[in-house]
Nanobody, 127 residues
Framework: VQLQASGGGLVQAGGCLRLSCAASGRPFGSYHMGWFRQAPGKEREFVAAISRSGDRIFYGDSVKGRFTISRDNAKNTVYLQMNSLKPEDTAVYYC?????????????????????WGQGTEVTVSS
């Protein structure tokens, strides 16, 4: 499967962005999807994940209440709506897919559980 992330950019603190990740290849609805981010000099951080049908959603602690993950299986796309952005949200954001359903956040938050990764889209939040 190929993943193509888009929607990043430069935004002021308090602003919002919507990231998209379009998938091609194997039927999109068979994948558990996740978003991760990586800031310069830091490890890759879990942001959000969504199950195949969308009935299970997980968020990283740093984005809870501000970010919303969703998916449209008919459009082969997963989204990340980011509101109330902070300078510490600055990072490259990656979408990822897992061929297994990750039913618990302890699994969904682990990069090693994902099989495919997009190229990343850069988000910069200015203060």
């Amino acid at each position: 499967v190929q993943l193509q992330a888009s929607g990043g950019g430069l935004v002021q603190a308090g602003g919002c962005l919507r990231l998209s990740c379009a998938a091609s290849g194997r039927p999109f609805g068979s994948y558990h999807m996740g978003w991760f981010r990586q800031a310069p000099g830091k490890e890759r951080e879990f942001v959000a994940a969504i199950s195949r049908s969308g009935d299970r959603i997980f968020y990283g602690d740093s984005v809870k209440g501000r970010f919303t993950i969703s998916r449209d299986n008919a459009k082969n796309t997963v989204y990340l709506q980011m509101n109330s952005l902070k300078p510490e949200d600055t990072a490259v954001y990656y979408c990822s897919s897992a061929v297994r359903e990750l039913r618990y956040v302890e699994y969904a938050a682990q990069p090693a559980m994902y099989h495919y990764w997009g190229q990343g889209t850069e988000v910069t939040v200015s203060s």
